[in-house]
């Protein structure tokens, strides 16, 4: 999915007892615990986060975060990276979104959206981001901070026709 620029971000605050915090380079394990806890449709391997992130330890400090409860545990994850696109370094990447299982449903992954978002704009034009077509609410958050399907990919439009009937939304719509 694509985001063609980083104007008007929707603004979601956290709700009460929540707050996002900077990773430390040392927390991988954290997050994929975190991971693993959130994810649902394949395993998380230990070296993970070294894969996705190691390779720049000081990005780590400020492009990656943890939301976190009242009590300062990590509850939930998400990355303002950049890379991985072949579009040139303008465009930053939303990567690795998650929240823990009994903490979905309160609005922590909008709201670490819009921070990642505001945050991402301090560095880049555009963004992207890769998920399955499986996951239709993230889906929804996603069409509803303006990102589109990117339709370049062969088969892309086939697999966005499936995910509309299942989700109808607007920018599905106008893009399909």
């Not at 400020?62 to 990355?79: I, L, M, P, W």
């Not at 579009?87 to 930053?92: H, K, L, Q, R």
């Not at 990447?93 to 823990?100: K, Y």
């Not at 026709?161 to 607007?170: D, G, I, K, M, S």
């Amino acid at each position: 999915m694509v985001r063609a620029h980083l104007r008007d971000i929707p603004q979601a605050a956290f709700p009460p007892g929540f707050d996002i915090r900077p990773m430390r380079r040392d927390e991988g394990p954290l997050w994929a615990d975190v991971q693993r806890d959130a994810e649902e449709l394949f395993p998380i391997p230990d070296d993970l986060f070294a894969r996705e992130f190691g390779y720049d330890p000081p990005g780590v400090e400020q492009r990656c975060f943890f939301v976190t409860n009242h009590k300062g545990a990590a509850v939930g994850t998400v990355s303002s990276w950049y890379g991985g696109r072949d579009n040139g370094p303008e465009w930053g990447r939303i990567h690795w979104v998650a929240v823990r299982p009994v903490y979905q449903g309160r609005g922590l992954g909008r709201a670490s959206l819009s921070y990642a978002l505001n945050r991402m704009s301090e560095w880049h034009e555009q963004a992207w981001l890769a998920t399955s077509t499986a996951r239709l609410p993230a889906l929804k958050m996603y069409l509803d901070f303006g990102f589109v399907p990117d339709l370049s990919p062969p088969n892309a439009a086939d697999a966005w026709r499936a995910v509309q009937a299942f989700l109808n939304h607007p920018a599905l719509s106008a893009a399909l």
